[in-house]
C-alpha cells in the first residue's frame, strides 16, 4: 500500500519538480512508459516465472501498430491505442501457442528466437515498416501537444493500468499463476489447465507491452526496429530483476526508475553508465536475487523486529 | 469404482510393469506395497495420468480413463498426493488448501473476483491437524507437517477416490502414528488407495492388499490372507512375522 502511494504520489508531482533536480520533463513520459512495459513483463517472469527474453518485439509491434493505424487508415489516438493493444495481443497469442507447453531454458530461447523473427521482420520488410528509419511523424492530437498534457495522459493510463493489474495478481487467476510458479507438476494434479494458463498470462504480458509501444510511439512520434532488438528487450529483463520483481508487484517501478536515472545522471559523467548499471545487475543477481524491492523488505523486518 | 486391467510400462529397454490388474472397491482402503523398484510408484503414475500405459486400460465409474491427462483425471474426482512433497512452498497452508479446492479451480480464469479463503479450506485444515498453522508458509512448516499439508491438499479437492504415496516417508513413530490416525478418520468416508513401505502402517489400516515385485502383482488379499501367503513369506516383505 505505502509503495503504491509513493509511487502514485511520485509520478503525480513529478513535473513539478524535475526540472529543479537537474533533470527533465520527457523523462518522466518514458520512465511511466517502461514502467507499463516492465509491470507486463512482470505478470509473466515474476508471477508465472516464465522467462522471456524477446518481449521487445511486442512493445515493437505494437508501436508500428499505432503508426501503421495512423498512417493507413487515418485512426485517432484511441483507435491507434487500441490498434497497438491489439497488435500486442495477437502477436503474443500467436507465439505463445508455440511456446506454452516449454518452460525454463527452452522457453526462453524460444521467446529468443521468435523475438529475432519479429526484429528482422520489422527491418526488411521496407515498404511496410520503412526499414532501419522506421515510421517517422507519427502525429499527436492537438491536446497533447504540450508536454504536460501528454504526461498526464500517460499518468493516467499508468494509473488505470497498475489498478488492472495489482487486481489481477490478487484474483484468482493471478494466484494460480503463482502456484503454476511454484509448482507446475502439483498444480496439473490439482485440475488445472497448465498450458491454457501460460498461455493467457504471455498474452496479457504481450498486450500490455503493445500499449507501452502505442505510448512509446505517440510520445517518440516515431517506430523504429532498435526497439525490438535483444538489447532492448535485455533492459525490461533488467528492471523487472533488479527492482525486485521477483518478490515485489513494485519491484519493476523501482527498476525502470532506476535505470532511467543512472542512465541521465550516470550517463552524464561516463558513457560506460551501461556498463555500471550490469555491474549492479550482476552484483544483484549473484548477492540478493530478490532485487531491491527485497532489499527493503528485509530491512523493513530487520527494524521492525 | 476403479479398475485398471493389464497394464505395461516400459522405459526404453526396462520392462517396468508387466500385465498389472487392480481393482479398487469404493468406501473401501486399499494398499499396494512391495520393495524399492517394485513399480509400485510407477504403477500410480499410471493410474493418475502422470503417464500412458504402454498397454491396459484404466477405467473409473465406468468410464475409460486412460491416457487422460492428470488435469481431466483430477477433475473427474480422482486426487494423489506425492512421494516427494509436492506443495506450493511460497504459500500459507491455507492457500495451498485454497488454490486444490474446486471452487476456486473453477474461477480460475477470473481476473476481477477475488481469493478469499473459505470454511472449507479452514476445515481441511483442521481435518489434517494444521487448523492451528494457516497462515505459516509450506517450506516453514516442520517436515511432518509438510506430510499432513500434502494430504490436505490432495482432500481440498474432494475427491472421490484418494491414491496416497508413502504418506509416511521419513516420519518417525510419532509421526506416523498422527497420519495412520488421519488415514484411519478418512476411512469410508472415501475411497483410499495408499502405497507403503511400513507394513504394520499398512496391514493395520488396509481392507485388502496389492503386493507387487519385479513390475507384477504377486499377490493380493486381506492383510490376514498375506501374512500366510508364501510368496509375500520369501520376499523381502516378510519382516511383519
Known amino acids: 500500500m505505502l509503495q503504491g502511494l509513493a509511487t502514485f504520489a511520485l509520478f503525480a508531482t513529478l513535473p513539478l519538480w524535475i526540472g529543479k533536480v537537474g533533470l527533465y520533463p520527457y523523462l518522466g513520459v518514458e520512465v511511466m512508459i517502461w514502467v507499463i512495459y516492465a509491470l507486463g513483463f512482470n505478470l509473466l517472469l515474476g508471477y508465472a516465472g516464465l522467462p522471456s527474453f524477446g518481449h521487445g518485439a511486442f512493445f515493437g509491434v505494437g508501436a508500428y501498430a499505432f503508426g501503421l493505424s495512423q498512417i493507413h487508415l487515418g485512426t485517432g489516438l484511441w483507435l491507434s491505442l487500441l490498434s497497438a493493444i491489439a497488435a500486442g495481443a495477437i502477436a503474443g497469442a500467436l507465439v505463445a501457442a508455440f511456446i506454452s507447453h516449454r518452460r525454463g531454458i527452452y522457453y526462453a530461447l524460444l521467446t529468443i528466437a521468435f523475438g529475432q523473427i519479429f526484429w528482422f521482420v520489422a527491418i526488411k520488410w521496407h515498404s511496410v515498416t520503412r526499414g532501419e528509419d522506421g515510421l517517422l511523424n507519427i502525429k499527436r492530437p492537438p491536446f497533447l501537444e504540450d508536454l504536460n498534457s501528454l504526461y498526464y495522459f500517460c499518468f493516467l493510463v499508468f494509473v488505470l493500468l497498475i489498478f488492472f493489474l495489482w487486481r489481477l495478481v490478487h484474483s484468482p487467476f493471478g494466484r494460480v499463476l503463482s502456484a503454476i510458479r511454484q509448482n507446475e507438476t502439483r498444480a496439473r494434479f490439482v485440475g488445472y489447465n497448465v498450458w491454457a494458463y501460460k498461455w493467457l498470462a504471455f498474452v496479457i504480458s504481450t498486450l500490455v507491452a503493445g500499449l507501452a509501444g502505442g505510448l512509446f510511439a505517440l510520445a517518440q512520434q516515431s517506430a523504429y526496429p532498435n526497439v525490438m532488438s535483444l538489447h532492448q528487450s535485455g533492459f525490461v529483463v533488467m528492471m523487472a530483476l533488479v527492482g525486485g520483481g521477483l518478490v515485489s508487484f513494485w519491484g519493476p517501478v523501482i527498476g525502470a526508475v532506476l535505470f532511467f536515472v543512472a542512465r541521465d545522471l550516470l550517463g552524464a559523467y561516463t558513457e560506460a553508465w551501461l556498463l555500471w548499471y550490469g555491474l549492479l545487475f550482476m552484483a544483484i543477481v549473484l548477492f540478493k536475487p530478490e532485487g531491491l524491492a527485497g532489499l527493503l523488505k528485509d530491512v523493513r523486518s530487520k527494524s521492525s523486529a | ?241
Open chain 2, 1 to 241: 469404482m476403479f479398475e485398471a486391467s493389464h497394464l505395461h510400462k516400459r522405459f526404453g529397454d526396462h520392462v517396468v510393469l508387466e500385465d498389472v490388474s487392480m481393482r479398487f472397491a469404493a468406501g473401501r482402503l486399499s494398499g499396494i506395497m512391495g520393495p524399492n523398484g517394485a513399480g509400485k510408484t510407477t504403477c500410480f503414475n499410471l493410474l493418475t495420468g502422470r503417464y500412458a500405459p504402454d498397454r491396459g486400460s484404466v477405467r473409473f465409474e465406468g468410464r475409460d480413463i486412460t491416457g487422460l491427462p492428470p488435469r481431466r483425471i483430477a477433475r473427474l474426482g480422482i486426487s494423489r498426493s506425492f512421494q516427494v512433497m509436492n506443495l506450493f512452498d511460497e504459500y500459507s497452508a491455507l492457500d495451498n488448501v485454497l488454490v486444490a479446492t474446486p471452487e476456486v479451480r473453477s474461477r480460475g480464469f477470473s481476473m476481477l473476483s477475488s481469493f478469499k479463503p473459505s470454511d472449507f479450506a479452514f476445515a481441511t485444515l483442521d481435518r489434517v491437524g494444521l487448523g492451528d498453522k494457516p497462515h505459516v508458509r509450506a517450506k516453514d512448516l516442520s517436515y511432518g507437517d509438510r506430510r499432513a499439508l500434502e494430504i490436505a491438499l490432495a482432500l481440498a479437492a474432494r475427491p472421490k477416490l484418494l491414491f496416497l504415496d508413502e504418506p509416511t516417508a521419513g516420519l518417525g513413530t510419532e509421526a506416523t502414528a498422527r497420519i495412520a490416525a488421519l488415514i484411519g478418520g478418512l476411512k469410508r468416508s472415501l475411497t483410499l488407495v495408499v502405497i507403503e513401505h511400513d507394513m504394520k502402517f499398512l496391514f493395520g489400516l488396509a481392507d485388502h492388499i496389492y503386493v507387487m515385485h519385479w513390475g507384477q502383482v504377486i499377490a493380493q488379499g486381506s492383510p490376514r490372507d498375506l501374512m500366510a501367503n508364501p510368496w509375500v513369506q520369501r520376499s523381502n516383505l516378510g519382516a511383519l512375522q
